[in-house]
């Protein structure tokens, strides 16, 4: 397992410059030759971390076969994307997907049906760890817990050594692979990116974080910092209770970690070979049948600074796009975007570049009663923000503008008619509409 979580000298803590994090703007054009092209895309392969479960939306199963957009699910836009670059370029950029021991079995079945694909999909799986009794320390299969529950993916830190071990890695490096973008199943904006490619490609980069700038929805994330000369991911839990609101301010750490990671694949090999990536431990405590458990995991982003030339890009808010909870559904499934080769592209027609807050209650958790409480998704372009409250069912073709509140009264269904064009309002009735 990996080294203890690292004391931080607040004092020693520095902005890092943008020699370090790079802006997104400054880095150089891409080649605009379509062989040039294929010659970066032909070093490239992509990995999605695709061990979660939907479990948190109501949903069995892997979290990337959620239908987001137009039937289509995570795992469909992923592929329609690498395929129509393939397609583009005349490349082989081929698709990793790293299981868990929960989502693995099903997911050889969902990739299945893109057999026909000009894509290769390699799935392997991450490790399995015995989950730990709070009061003793040891392990809960040796407790009689035999079964699943005894047993946790160590998170996705367990990237670089599963890549080793499973034998991808060896594979994609015969193949002229250099360089794996890695990220989230679930982050929509996580395409591949041609400028940060080649900027690595040409400045011989081992590892890049894309950043982006905070907002306030973004306080508790990981933020890059210089410490003794060399840059690293500084997590909420390793800073000290008197400096959480300073962490936490974004004017002083303005960027956090969107987990976009892209990796050269040599410095993997000789890293994980010389068992040199000692990242941080995150204890975290959950419950299994009443008994008190931790799972000890690492994060991959805090493997930046073991790395050599290890850099930041500070990369458009475009390419964080997470689906976390049924408000980020409405989000992907409005007007607001639309899909193109499996991009999901914003609207232009939004000249606000946040995206508006959306608060759904309780009843719309679970992606099934999301989808039974709107007839339609209602059209948002203009929307600033929507909070909503109790057995609240929506019509078809509704528009939201500005600051939106609807609260049903305890006991109460409250219906939005279908065509209803709703501005600045605070609802509490259906008189109120």
């Keep these: 397992m990996s080294g203890e979580a690292e004391h931080i000298e607040w004092s020693k803590i520095k902005t890092p410059t943008d020699e370090v994090v790079v802006p997104y703007n400054t880095l150089a054009q891409p080649p605009e030759d379509s062989a040039q092209i294929r010659k970066l895309l032909d070093k ?29 699910t995570f795992l469909d836009l992923i592929v329609i994307q690498i395929e129509s670059l ?9 698709l990793l997907l790293m299981n868990s021991f929960n989502t693995h079995e099903d997911t050889l079945k969902i990739v299945e049906k893109y057999a026909k694909s000009n894509i290769k999909i390699h799935t392997f799986n991450q490790s399995q760890y015995p989950r730990l009794v709070a009061d003793d320390y040891l392990p809960l299969p040796s407790k009689g817990h035999a079964g699943k529950d005894g047993w946790y993916p160590p998170g996705h830190g367990d990237v670089f050594p599963a ?3 499973s034998g991808k890695l060896d594979a994609l490096m015969s193949q002229g692979k250099e360089y794996i973008f890695v990220a989230n199943s679930d ?9 940060i490619l080649n900027h690595l490609i040409r400045n011989q980069n081992e590892y890049c974080m894309e950043v982006t700038p905070k907002t306030l929805a973004d306080v508790k994330g990981g933020t890059l910092i210089s410490y003794d000369g060399r840059v690293q991911l500084l997590e909420i839990a390793q800073v000290p209770d008197k400096h959480v609101n300073e962490f936490k301010s974004i004017e002083k750490f303005k960027i956090f970690n969107t987990n976009n990671l892209w990796v050269n694949l040599k410095a993997v090999k000789r890293l994980v070979t010389a068992n040199a990536l000692k990242m941080e431990i995150i204890p975290n405590p959950k419950e299994v049948n009443g008994v ?6 690492t994060a991959a982003g805090a493997a930046i600074r073991f790395f050599d030339h290890a850099i930041g890009v500070n990369a458009p808010r475009s390419r964080f796009l997470p689906v976390k909870a049924s408000s980020d559904l409405l989000l992907v499934q409005s007007d607001l975007y639309t899909v193109s080769d499996g991009f999901v592209v914003r609207n232009k ?33 203009e929307l600033d923000s929507l909070k909503v409250t109790g057995d609240v069912w929506f019509g078809a073709g509704i528009t939201l503008k500005g600051k939106i509140t609807i609260t049903a009264k305890p006991g109460e269904k409250l219906q939005i008619p279908d065509k209803s064009v709703l501005k600045d309002k605070e609802i509490k009735s259906a008189k109120d509409i």
């Design 44 to 72: 490239l392969a992509v990995l999605k971390l695709n061990g979660g479960l939907g479990t948190t939306m109501g949903c069995t199963g892997p979290k990337s076969v959620i239908e987001v957009c137009n039937g289509l």
């Design 86 to 94: 393939n397609k583009k370029y005349g490349c082989n950029v081929p």
């Design 163 to 165: 890549l080793l071990n």
């Design 187 to 195: 982050n929509l904006g996580a395409i591949v990116d041609l400028k």
């Design 292 to 297: 008190k458990v931790l799972q000890l995991e």
């Design 349 to 381: 027609a939004r000249t606000n570049p946040e995206n508006p807050s959306i608060e759904l209650g309780p009843e719309f958790k679970k992606v099934a009663d999301f989808q039974r409480r709107f007839k339609s998704i209602p059209s948002i372009v």
